[in-house]
Antibody
């Protein structure tokens, strides 16, 4: 069974940084395009960032609200996906989901940005 | 690409059908010929779950009472007979062009 497990969510002050991790099991991680999607409290879903498989060029792409502040990366040897979040804003408060090309989803990790 | 769902709320009687529409601001036909329109379900307190991909393909484990149809810019999710476990929010999503975008969500509730 495919599973994704996120970690790293926390309470952080505006302007701070946080690094989220996602570990995959039962997943063909190496050949998968991986993404982060977030959901602000009581709101809908928003795509944050995507990284293609190395076979597809490893391209990284970001949603406009996080471009230049967030960095997505992967470690295929460890079946792990990361999201480095810098210059955090209150509007980044959300549950962050790791997803394998929107087919498989993790349970999410909560990020709260507040002073 | 802007995704617009209707209705935003859908009260349904158990055992009755339900239908949700989704319209995209431009065609979702990819240059390779496929149409990357998906439907996801989010039950209360749960992460999203893929139901339908590429317009009409049911994902693994999804009951056959769920079906998807449509083409170009207009798409529909149908539930043939609503069960209590179907309560939640349903999202359409386009993966034809990055950034992928979602509809606002349709809240399916039991009358």
């Amino acid at each position: 069974e495919e599973q994704l497990l996120e970690s790293g969510g926390d309470l952080v002050t505006p302007g701070g940084s946080l690094r989220l991790s996602c570990t995959g099991s039962g997943v063909n991680f190496r050949d998968s395009w991986m993404s982060w999607v977030r959901q602000a409290p009581g709101k809908g879903l928003e795509w944050v960032a995507r990284i293609k498989s190395k076979n597809s060029g490893g391209t990284k792409e970001y949603g406009a609200p996080v471009e230049g502040r967030f960095t997505i990366s992967r470690d295929d040897a460890k079946n792990m996906l990361f999201l480095q979040m810098d210059s955090l804003k209150t509007e980044d408060t959300a549950v962050y989901y790791c997803t394998r090309d929107h087919f498989t989803w993790g349970q999410g990790t909560r990020v709260t940005v507040s002073s | 690409i802007v995704m617009t769902q209707t209705p935003l709320s859908s009260p349904v009687t158990l055992g009755q059908p339900a239908s949700i529409s989704c319209r995209s601001s431009q065609s979702l036909v990819h240059s390779g010929g496929n149409t990357f329109l998906s439907w996801l379900q989010q039950r209360p307190g749960q992460p999203p779950r893929l139901l339908i991909y590429q317009v009409s393909n049911r994902f693994s484990g999804v009951p056959d009472r769920f079906s998807g149809s449509g083409a170009g810019t207009d798409f529909t999710l149908k539930i043939s007979r609503v069960e209590a476990e179907d309560v939640g929010v349903y999202y359409c999503m386009q993966a034809t062009q990055f950034p992928y975008t979602f509809g606002q969500g349709t809240n399916l509730e039991i009358k």
